[in-house]
Nanobody, 127 residues
Framework: QLQLVESGGGLVQSGGSLRLSCVAS????????IAWFRQAPGKEREGVSCISSMGAYMNYADSVKGRFTISRDNAKNTVYLQMNSLKPEDTAVYYCAAERVWVERMCRMLDGNMDDWGKGTLVTVSS
């Protein structure tokens, strides 16, 4: 079973930046698409961004396009989410999740398709 551990969350002022990391163990990430989700207090979990297994395809929620950048380093079994120009509405617990795939194709941000989840890291953006 793939184990995922997120880190990099914290408290930041509006307009600031954070970089989240998702480190995997148990299996190589070469065969997994990775997605970031977030859940704000009182709201449903939503997909933020995803990246395909070899990094050829990426996707972003409209709310973060132009501000967040997803990347991966399979040699380090790590996926990153660079978050710039943060807004108070970005405040949430951020989770990374993995979907086992057999071909390189556009990734999906569908939480029902994810095979493994991390425990999350809290991001708080103050106004």
């Amino acid at each position: 079973q793939l184990q995922l551990v997120e880190s990099g969350g914290g408290l930041v002022q509006s307009g600031g930046s954070l970089r989240l990391s998702c480190v995997a163990s148990g299996f190589t990430l070469d065969y997994y698409d990775i997605a970031w989700f977030r859940q704000a207090p009182g709201k449903e979990r939503e997909g933020v961004s995803c990246i395909s297994s070899m990094g050829a395809y990426m996707n972003y929620a409209d709310s973060v396009k132009g501000r967040f950048t997803i990347s991966r380093d399979n040699a380090k079994n790590t996926v990153y989410l660079q978050m710039n120009s943060l807004k108070p509405e970005d405040t949430a617990v951020y989770y990374c999740a993995a979907e086992r795939v057999w071909v390189e194709r556009m990734c999906r941000m569908l939480d029902g398709n994810m095979d493994d989840w991390g425990k999350g890291t809290l991001v708080t953006v103050s106004s």
